[in-house]
Protein backbone atom coordinates (compact mmCIF):
# COMPACT_ATOMS: atom_id res chain seq x y z
CA UNK A 1 0.00 0.00 0.00
CA UNK A 2 2.78 2.45 0.96
CA UNK A 3 4.52 2.16 -2.32
CA UNK A 4 1.26 2.25 -4.23
CA UNK A 5 0.64 5.48 -2.44
CA UNK A 6 4.22 6.85 -2.59
CA UNK A 7 3.63 6.16 -6.89
CA UNK A 8 0.31 7.90 -7.32
CA UNK A 9 2.21 10.69 -5.54
CA UNK A 10 4.46 11.01 -8.18
CA UNK A 11 2.42 10.60 -10.79
CA UNK A 12 0.18 13.57 -9.41
CA UNK A 13 3.32 15.44 -9.44
CA UNK A 14 3.80 15.06 -13.19
CA UNK A 15 6.77 12.87 -12.54
CA UNK A 16 6.95 9.90 -15.64
CA UNK A 17 9.44 7.75 -13.94
CA UNK A 18 11.33 6.93 -10.65
CA UNK A 19 13.66 4.70 -8.60
CA UNK A 20 12.45 4.56 -4.91
CA UNK A 21 15.61 3.61 -2.80
CA UNK A 22 14.85 1.31 0.07
CA UNK A 23 16.85 -1.18 2.70
CA UNK A 24 15.18 -4.10 2.83
CA UNK A 25 17.18 -5.17 5.93
CA UNK A 26 15.69 -2.76 7.89
CA UNK A 27 11.78 -3.84 7.56
CA UNK A 28 13.33 -7.62 9.56
CA UNK A 29 12.96 -6.24 13.17
CA UNK A 30 9.96 -7.51 13.42
CA UNK A 31 10.11 -10.78 11.77
CA UNK A 32 9.75 -10.21 7.82
CA UNK A 33 12.71 -11.19 5.67
CA UNK A 34 14.21 -9.46 3.39
CA UNK A 35 12.62 -11.24 0.14
CA UNK A 36 9.04 -10.63 1.64
CA UNK A 37 9.72 -6.71 2.28
CA UNK A 38 11.40 -6.79 -1.68
CA UNK A 39 8.36 -8.37 -2.58
CA UNK A 40 5.68 -6.66 -1.53
CA UNK A 41 7.62 -3.29 -2.81
CA UNK A 42 8.01 -5.20 -6.31
CA UNK A 43 4.36 -5.72 -6.15
CA UNK A 44 3.13 -2.54 -5.10
CA UNK A 45 5.42 -1.25 -8.22
CA UNK A 46 2.94 -3.56 -10.34
CA UNK A 47 0.18 -2.34 -8.97
CA UNK A 48 0.75 1.52 -9.24
CA UNK A 49 1.40 0.70 -13.12
CA UNK A 50 -1.51 -0.45 -13.52
CA UNK A 51 -3.34 2.51 -11.48
CA UNK A 52 -1.02 4.73 -13.19
CA UNK A 53 -0.63 3.89 -16.79
CA UNK A 54 2.03 6.84 -17.86
CA UNK A 55 4.24 6.74 -14.93
CA UNK A 56 6.84 4.23 -14.38
CA UNK A 57 8.78 3.30 -11.04
CA UNK A 58 11.57 0.44 -9.99
CA UNK A 59 13.34 0.16 -6.61
CA UNK A 60 17.20 0.62 -5.72
CA UNK A 61 17.97 -1.95 -2.67
CA UNK A 62 20.17 -0.15 -0.17
CA UNK A 63 22.56 -1.58 1.54
CA UNK A 64 23.67 -0.37 4.81
CA UNK A 65 26.80 1.24 6.17
CA UNK A 66 27.61 -0.48 9.01
CA UNK A 67 25.01 -3.11 8.79
CA UNK A 68 26.47 -6.71 9.70
CA UNK A 69 28.36 -8.15 6.42
CA UNK A 70 26.04 -11.05 6.03
CA UNK A 71 22.63 -8.59 5.70
CA UNK A 72 24.46 -6.27 3.26
CA UNK A 73 25.55 -9.85 0.82
CA UNK A 74 21.80 -10.99 1.48
CA UNK A 75 20.49 -7.32 -0.10
CA UNK A 76 22.50 -7.80 -3.07
CA UNK A 77 21.78 -11.39 -4.12
CA UNK A 78 17.89 -10.33 -3.35
CA UNK A 79 18.56 -7.72 -6.02
CA UNK A 80 20.38 -9.46 -8.45
CA UNK A 81 17.17 -12.29 -8.11
CA UNK A 82 14.79 -9.22 -8.62
CA UNK A 83 16.44 -7.56 -11.70
CA UNK A 84 14.16 -6.59 -13.86
CA UNK A 85 11.10 -7.39 -11.32
CA UNK A 86 10.49 -4.31 -10.44
CA UNK A 87 14.70 -4.07 -8.92
CA UNK A 88 16.81 -1.90 -10.86
CA UNK A 89 20.00 -2.25 -9.36
CA UNK A 90 21.45 -1.97 -5.08
CA UNK A 91 22.96 0.99 -3.65
CA UNK A 92 25.11 1.63 -0.43
CA UNK A 93 23.46 4.14 2.31
CA UNK A 94 23.98 4.68 5.87
CA UNK A 95 26.42 6.95 7.93
CA UNK A 96 29.52 7.57 5.48
CA UNK A 97 32.11 9.46 7.12
CA UNK A 98 31.49 6.61 10.69
CA UNK A 99 32.00 3.56 7.86
CA UNK A 100 34.14 4.34 4.82
CA UNK A 101 33.08 3.16 1.40
CA UNK A 102 36.87 1.77 0.97
CA UNK A 103 35.52 -0.64 3.51
CA UNK A 104 32.77 -2.72 1.18
CA UNK A 105 35.02 -3.70 -1.69
CA UNK A 106 34.32 -7.19 -1.34
CA UNK A 107 30.30 -6.42 -1.28
CA UNK A 108 30.46 -4.34 -4.52
CA UNK A 109 32.92 -7.48 -5.88
CA UNK A 110 30.14 -9.55 -5.66
CA UNK A 111 27.75 -7.44 -6.46
CA UNK A 112 29.64 -7.24 -10.08
CA UNK A 113 30.33 -10.25 -10.22
CA UNK A 114 26.35 -10.72 -10.29
CA UNK A 115 26.35 -8.28 -13.13
CA UNK A 116 24.40 -5.96 -10.66
CA UNK A 117 24.17 -2.64 -11.67
CA UNK A 118 24.94 0.01 -8.54
CA UNK A 119 25.28 3.36 -7.42
CA UNK A 120 26.28 4.50 -3.93
CA UNK A 121 26.18 7.36 -1.98
CA UNK A 122 29.53 9.38 -2.05
CA UNK A 123 31.19 12.33 -1.47
CA UNK A 124 28.28 13.69 0.95
CA UNK A 125 29.54 13.00 4.61
CA UNK A 126 32.98 12.14 3.45
CA UNK A 127 35.09 13.56 1.03
CA UNK A 128 36.53 12.88 -2.81
CA UNK A 129 38.57 9.39 -1.42
CA UNK A 130 34.90 8.13 -0.82
CA UNK A 131 34.01 8.94 -4.53
CA UNK A 132 37.14 7.15 -6.16
CA UNK A 133 36.44 4.07 -3.85
CA UNK A 134 32.99 4.07 -5.73
CA UNK A 135 34.12 4.35 -8.98
CA UNK A 136 36.84 1.53 -8.57
CA UNK A 137 34.34 -0.50 -7.42
CA UNK A 138 32.58 -0.15 -10.21
CA UNK A 139 29.73 2.82 -9.35
CA UNK A 140 27.64 3.54 -12.68
CA UNK A 141 26.32 6.79 -10.68
CA UNK A 142 27.21 8.34 -7.18
CA UNK A 143 24.79 9.90 -4.65
CA UNK A 144 25.34 12.85 -3.66
CA UNK A 145 28.82 13.94 -4.95
CA UNK A 146 29.07 16.95 -3.98
CA UNK A 147 32.45 16.94 -2.36
CA UNK A 148 34.20 15.82 -5.56
CA UNK A 149 34.80 19.80 -5.83
CA UNK A 150 37.57 19.57 -3.38
CA UNK A 151 39.92 17.20 -6.17
CA UNK A 152 39.96 18.69 -9.35
CA UNK A 153 41.28 15.41 -11.12
CA UNK A 154 38.38 13.83 -9.74
CA UNK A 155 36.43 16.65 -11.07
CA UNK A 156 37.96 15.71 -14.69
CA UNK A 157 37.53 12.01 -14.09
CA UNK A 158 34.21 12.12 -13.64
CA UNK A 159 33.45 14.28 -16.58
CA UNK A 160 35.65 12.42 -18.97
CA UNK A 161 33.95 8.91 -17.87
CA UNK A 162 30.38 11.05 -17.58
CA UNK A 163 29.49 9.01 -14.09
CA UNK A 164 26.04 10.97 -13.30
CA UNK A 165 26.17 12.37 -9.92
CA UNK A 166 22.69 12.79 -7.55
CA UNK A 167 22.38 16.13 -6.56
CA UNK A 168 19.66 16.74 -3.66
CA UNK A 169 19.94 20.75 -2.66
CA UNK A 170 17.68 20.35 -0.09
CA UNK A 171 18.55 17.64 1.61
CA UNK A 172 22.72 18.54 0.92
CA UNK A 173 22.02 21.91 2.54
CA UNK A 174 20.16 20.09 5.57
CA UNK A 175 23.11 17.92 5.98
CA UNK A 176 25.61 20.42 5.84
CA UNK A 177 27.21 18.79 3.20
CA UNK A 178 26.93 21.98 1.60
CA UNK A 179 27.67 25.10 3.83
CA UNK A 180 25.37 27.59 1.97
CA UNK A 181 23.13 27.78 -1.23
CA UNK A 182 25.88 29.47 -2.86
CA UNK A 183 28.45 27.11 -2.48
CA UNK A 184 26.13 24.88 -3.92
CA UNK A 185 28.44 23.01 -7.19
CA UNK A 186 25.48 22.32 -9.43
CA UNK A 187 26.30 25.45 -11.93
CA UNK A 188 30.52 24.42 -11.54
CA UNK A 189 30.29 20.96 -12.77
CA UNK A 190 27.78 21.71 -15.36
CA UNK A 191 29.79 24.13 -17.04
CA UNK A 192 32.81 21.36 -16.31
CA UNK A 193 30.85 19.10 -18.63
CA UNK A 194 29.90 16.58 -15.88
CA UNK A 195 26.89 14.69 -15.72
CA UNK A 196 24.27 15.82 -13.23
CA UNK A 197 20.90 14.84 -12.08
CA UNK A 198 18.72 16.92 -9.74
CA UNK A 199 16.92 14.94 -7.30
CA UNK A 200 15.01 15.30 -3.71
CA UNK A 201 16.63 12.47 -1.72
CA UNK A 202 13.97 11.93 0.93
CA UNK A 203 10.47 14.27 0.39
CA UNK A 204 9.35 13.74 3.34
CA UNK A 205 12.49 14.74 5.56
CA UNK A 206 13.57 17.27 3.38
CA UNK A 207 9.33 18.67 3.05
CA UNK A 208 10.16 18.83 -0.97
CA UNK A 209 9.17 17.60 -4.25
CA UNK A 210 11.22 17.76 -7.72
CA UNK A 211 9.48 20.61 -8.39
CA UNK A 212 10.42 22.37 -5.76
CA UNK A 213 14.03 21.48 -6.07
CA UNK A 214 13.47 23.02 -9.47
CA UNK A 215 12.27 26.22 -8.35
CA UNK A 216 14.98 26.65 -5.48
CA UNK A 217 17.77 26.12 -7.91
CA UNK A 218 16.31 28.78 -10.34
CA UNK A 219 16.41 31.18 -7.72
CA UNK A 220 19.72 30.16 -6.21
Not at 128 to 154: C, N, Y
Amino acid sequence: HATRSLCRRLDQQGLLYAEIRFAPQLHTRLGLSQYRAAEAVCLGLAQARKECPRFRAQAILCCMRGAEPEANRTTVQLARDLLGKGVCGADLAGAEALFPTQDYQSLFQMAGELGLPFTIHAGEAAGPESIRAALAFGAKRIGHGVRAMEDPALVLELAARQIPLELCYTSNLQTKAVADPSAFPLREFLWRGLAVTINTDNMTVSGTSLRREYQKLLIT
